[in-house]
């Protein structure tokens, strides 16, 4: 059967397009005006994926965003914002709290659909991790999305988990930065979020890590990947 997709839009002209050529393409769908429905059908539905406008009466995107990603039962959804604000700061406030992929109004369907498979693609692959792994010091339980150092756990923002998550993924491979950009923000390099972005995060993760941040490796003017039995 094919997935459940909740759309969270205030539009209803951008809600029936959606609803339409979605279901066209066999997706089941529900449908929630306003931030407080989405977090109730979120809850309850557990849809495979929510596409979230950020500008909604009552509870704006960012605080449904931010709240189902706390949230143990709703922390995996697979969220991809919509909006018609175009500003960087936004985009970065939007995949700070965990979203996945960012898509600007007005956006073409054919690009949405693409974004919504890569989205659900990288879902699947998630499922097939280990509940656990233990590198080192470091203990990755990808089932509760938590990182323990030394038996310690570690305050990883959402974006940090599957930064370090993607690079074990790899075993051993050297991931370019836009391959990482591509995969763990869902933008390639001709969208406006630059590869700095992952040398920031790159940075704080290394902090976090403390001991165990010589795993990541940095390839000069390339990537970097992560060295599990070293």
Known sequence: ???KILIVDDEKDIVKML???LKKEGYRILVAYDGEDALN????EHPDIILLDLMLPGIDGLEVCKALKKEEKTSSLPIIMLTAKAQEADKVVGLELGADDYVTKPFSIKELLARIKAVLRRAKEKENLPELLHVGNLTIDFSKISVT???K???LTAKEFE???TLIKAKGRVLSRDYLLDNVWGFDQAMSIQTRTVDVHIRTLRKKLKAEAKRIITIKNYGYRFAAGE
């Open 149 to 151: 150092l030394n038996n």
């Open 153 to 155: 756990p570690l305050e």
């Open 19 to 21: 609803d339409y050529n």
């Open 163 to 165: 930064l370090l998550t």
């Open 1 to 3: 059967m094919k997935e």
């Open 41 to 44: 059908l979120a809850r309850r």
